[in-house]
């Protein structure tokens, strides 16, 4: 049986996120939820600059991995030559949704699936999911700006996506520019086995 892993964007580690149904009790029928987003980020942390393609690279690989559509695609806009003042990020992605809590496709929907470049095929199958705790200390050196980035997207972002806040506020003034672990924790429900993709 094929495992769902986690990739360690800082350092390069596999390690699983998600094991089979058949060693899961918790393990529940889902399928995808797609979904368009915009969300606005202000940099509060002064001379910070980001560049919007290894930006948005890094983000769509940490959705994929908290569980995602592999097809999930996300734009940055607002980056320049120095500091960044705002950054607006636009995401069309499909997440996995408790099978009876699956909206009707509408079509704004059809329109996501168009950004997304997959067909309704290829997000009508059903795969078991299960609740997982996630450290998102993982996807970010968590320096100054990093720590601000990532407090944003874990309260204000990810939860439109589905996850859950499992721990309390992030405080980004320490110096050091290092938080635990546990400041970081969400709640996704992930793939328990990578679906098998139609194709188009």
Not at 190 to 195: I, T, W
Request: hydrophobic share 40%.
């Amino acid at each position: 049986m094929r495992l769902r892993l986690v990739i360690l964007l800082c350092g390069g580690l596999l390690t699983p996120l998600a094991s089979g149904a058949d060693d899961n009790p918790e393990a529940i029928q889902a399928t995808w939820k797609e979904q368009e987003l915009r969300h606005l980020f202000t940099v509060v942390e002064r001379g910070v600059a980001y560049e919007c393609l290894s930006l948005g690279q890094r983000l769509k690989e940490m959705l994929i991995d908290l569980g995602a559509h592999q097809s999930t695609q996300v734009r940055v806009q607002g980056c320049s030559g120095g500091a960044s003042s705002e950054l607006m990020f636009t995401i069309a992605t499909a997440t996995p949704v408790p099978l009876a809590e699956a909206p009707p496709r509408s079509e704004r929907s059809e329109k996501v699936l168009k950004r997304m470049r997959v067909n309704a095929e290829q997000l009508d199958e059903t795969f078991p999911a299960a609740w997982r705790s996630v450290e998102l200390s993982r996807y970010a050196k968590l320096g100054a700006g990093d720590c601000e980035l990532m407090r944003d997207l874990r309260n204000n972002l990810l939860p439109k996506l589905g996850a859950k806040i499992e721990s309390g506020q992030i405080d980004c003034r320490r110096t050091d520019g290092r938080l635990s672990s546990r400041d970081l924790t969400v709640s996704v429900l992930a793939p328990l086995e990578a679906p098998d993709v139609p194709s188009p």
